[in-house]
């Protein structure tokens, strides 16, 4: 006689547990759902903002969390090498091309530069106007920075060969670089107003990188360096010592020294294959 | 292997020990001063040459340079051989930060 009075209130109570782990689990489910959307959103903001911003800045951004811009990234005195890079003859060019044309060739001749100075651990801070401005060990520690810097400019100078070649066979102008190198001590870090920050190096080796760019056409030479980043530089890359100039903005005249080649990147036994 | 993290890292925990234990194992100081400051030596045999940048690629997790550089490794060592670079560059990469930690260095 108990039978039932057991049975009917035991079903009923699993009935209800089944209904409510039922309703758990497409609460779970939904919830997955929106948090893969979430996820996804966020990839492709994270992406977006790659295009916008240097990946190592972002990463420092997402690390600090939820400091404020300025607290999170609070400027820092380091020691940065300047690679100061500016397409000779481009106001001609930009005056005799189609807008759309010249935007997919300085859009092509960009991501190749970008590409080389990446590639050897630097990384692009500025694109002004058709110059380009990148830094070697702002982001992280860089103790082989002035290598680096030398070895993207060779990069950019192979690259852009490369480009010409292909400009050359749609009967585009060819394109030619001039790249000022130099290092030195300066600030690190976001700086800006609220509304609009940027993560930059402030130094006077900024200034002189830039100078020393307006060099090279005077000295006719692709890649210059200053003498303080040639101290620095591996005994094997062949520099060629160019007489001092006065540049604007300082007071001494400027030593530089032209970069002809560098140290090969293959492995040991290929090199030497090569000799 | 070591004293390349340590020093791509400013571990002056690690530095100073590794550089002190390859003097011992009688590395000229001017061939150490040379491969830590330019990655390379005239001294260093052709394996050795590999795995310094090797050693500098693995620090802050690059995809593109690091492996370019490990396939130059694979197709220069066996297979014991590159398992133990690997090994090394791991364990350099852990020793090297944990050194920094400790001397309250932020990475």
């Known amino acids: ?27 779970n489910q939904t919830l997955k759902a929106q948090l893969e959307a979430i996820a996804t959103d966020l990839q492709h903001l994270q992406q977006s903002c790659s295009r916008l911003v240097p990946a190592g800045v972002l990463q420092h951004l997402i690390a600090d969390g939820v400091k404020s811009g ?7 005195r380091k ?3 300047v690679l100061f890079a500016d397409l000779v003859g481009s106001t001609a060019m930009s005056d005799r091309l189609e807008p759309a044309v010249l935007a997919r060739v300085l859009n092509g001749y960009f991501q190749r530069m970008s590409d080389a100075i990446h590639e050897h651990r630097g990384h692009v801070a500025h694109f002004l106007g058709d110059g380009i401005v990148a830094y070697f060990g702002a982001l992280q520690p860089n103790p082989w920075q002035c290598n680096d810097a030398v070895r993207a400019a060779l990069a950019m100078r192979a690259a852009l060969r490369e480009y010409n070649v292909e400009l050359g066979r749609e009967g585009l102008p060819l394109l030619a670089l001039g790249i000022g190198i130099d290092r030195g001590l300066g600030l690190v870090g976001l700086v800006g107003s609220r509304e ?67 140290p090969s990147d293959a492995a040991p036994a290929e090199e030497a294959g090569e000799r | ?77 066996s297979g014991p051989q590159l398992l133990e670079a690997i090994g090394v560059a791991s364990l350099a990469n852990g020793l090297c930060r944990m050194g920094a930690t400790v001397m309250d260095y932020n990475i």
């Open chain 1, 1 to 27: 006689m108990t039978g039932p009075f057991v049975v009917v209130p035991l079903l009923v109570l699993l009935a209800g547990f089944a209904v409510a782990i039922y309703r758990q689990w497409r609460q």
């Open chain 1, 70 to 76: 300025i607290e999170a990234a609070a400027p820092e």
């Open chain 1, 79 to 81: 020691v940065v090498t």
């Open chain 1, 196 to 262: 609009r920050m940027e993560y930059d190096f402030v130094g006077r080796t900024v200034n002189v990188a830039a100078r020393v760019q307006t060099l090279t056409r005077i000295h006719q030479a692709d890649i210059l360096v200053t003498e303080a980043l040639s101290v620095e530089l591996d005994s094997r890359f062949v520099l060629t010592p160019m007489p001092a100039e006065l540049v604007k903005g300082i007071a001494e005249p400027v030593v530089t020294y032209a970069v002809r080649e560098g």
């Open chain 2, 1 to 77: 292997m070591i004293a390349v993290v340590a020093r791509g890292l400013g571990c002056e925990v690690c530095a100073p020990e590794v550089s002190e234990a390859l003097r011992r194992e009688g590395l000229k100081e001017s061939t150490l001063a040379q491969v830590l400051t330019h990655l390379d030596a005239p001294e260093l045999d052709p394996i050795e040459r590999l795995l310094v940048p090797f050693a500098r690629e693995t620090i802050w997790y690059e995809p593109a340079p690091l492996q370019r550089r490990a396939r130059m490794l694979r197709d220069r060592l």
